[in-house]
T-cell receptor, first 115, second 115 residues
Framework: DAMVIQNPRYQVTQFGKPVTLSCSQT?????MYWYQQKSSQAPKLLFH???????NEADTPDNFQSRRPNTSFCFLDIRSPGLGDAAMYLC??????????????FGAGSRLTVL | AQSVTQLGSHVSVSEGALVLLRCNYS??????LFWYVQYPNQGLQLLLK??????LVKGINGFEAEFKKSETSFHLTKPSAHMSDAAEYFC?????????????FGTGTKLQVIP
């Protein structure tokens, strides 16, 4: 089945120690997103890639970076995690246009704990 | 600009009772509307979507929603709740104008099903 895979599912890091979360997709979708979701809150968009074009949300801290080396993979780098960055990180994909545009397919998420 | 309001952060129903989760939206362009479900420690899964055409849309697991433009609503219903329906539900809106449009989520409603 075509899907969105996130690794690792659970990540524990220490305050200030860099973390990389990965996302891969077999849907061949043009757009890939990273969302941050804190407990009992709506997902908050951090940034998205529209093909190779990177689009940062205005309020995303510089501490968060992303890479998309090819269509299938996308990475979220947190350079110096703080306690406030503990959250579920969700990767999602969508088509670029047509009937499926903006219909998000989510991965299972990566839960980050910061000690 | 667009926004979503979900009335009730927590809803409790008895098993077998009607489920009604409320969602109102605002959008400056014709909307696409979605309901997503999230189980604990999982990503979001699309329940159903309205794009164009029929205003009553049916989704997975027996859920349906009706787009009412005059009321700017997209309430989610299910005739008979099952224990497995206990989860968090997110309403979302995006613009129906082609290309990339940001998806805006509501703050979510946690559904509790009482045996």
């Amino acid at each position: 089945d075509a899907m969105v895979i996130q690794n690792p599912r659970y990540q524990v890091t220490q305050f200030g120690k860099p973390v990389t979360l990965s996302c891969s997709q077999t849907l061949n979708h043009n757009v890939m997103y990273w969302y941050q979701q804190k407990s009992s809150q709506a997902p908050k968009l951090l940034f998205h890639y529209y093909d190779k074009d990177f689009n940062n949300e205005a309020d995303t801290p510089d501490n968060f970076q992303s890479r998309r080396p090819n269509t299938s993979f996308c990475f979220l780098d947190i350079r110096s995690p703080g306690l406030g960055d503990a959250a579920m990180y969700l990767c999602a994909t969508s088509r670029r246009g047509g009937a499926g545009a903006n219909v998000l397919t989510f991965g299972a998420g990566s839960r980050l704990t910061v000690l | 600009a667009q926004s979503v309001t979900q009335l009730g952060s927590h809803v409790s129903v008895s098993e077998g009772a009607l489920v009604l989760l409320r969602c109102n939206y605002s959008s400056s362009v014709p909307p696409y509307l979605f309901w997503y479900v999230q189980y604990p420690n999982q990503g979001l899964q699309l329940l159903l979507k309205y794009t164009t055409g029929a205003t009553l849309v049916k989704g997975i697991n027996g859920f349906e929603a009706e787009f009412k433009k005059s009321e700017t609503s997209f309430h989610l219903t299910k005739p008979s709740a099952h224990m497995s329906d206990a989860a968090e539900y997110f309403c979302a809106v995006t613009g129906n104008s082609g290309g990339y449009q940001k998806v805006t989520f509501g703050t979510g409603t946690k559904l509790q099903v009482i045996p």
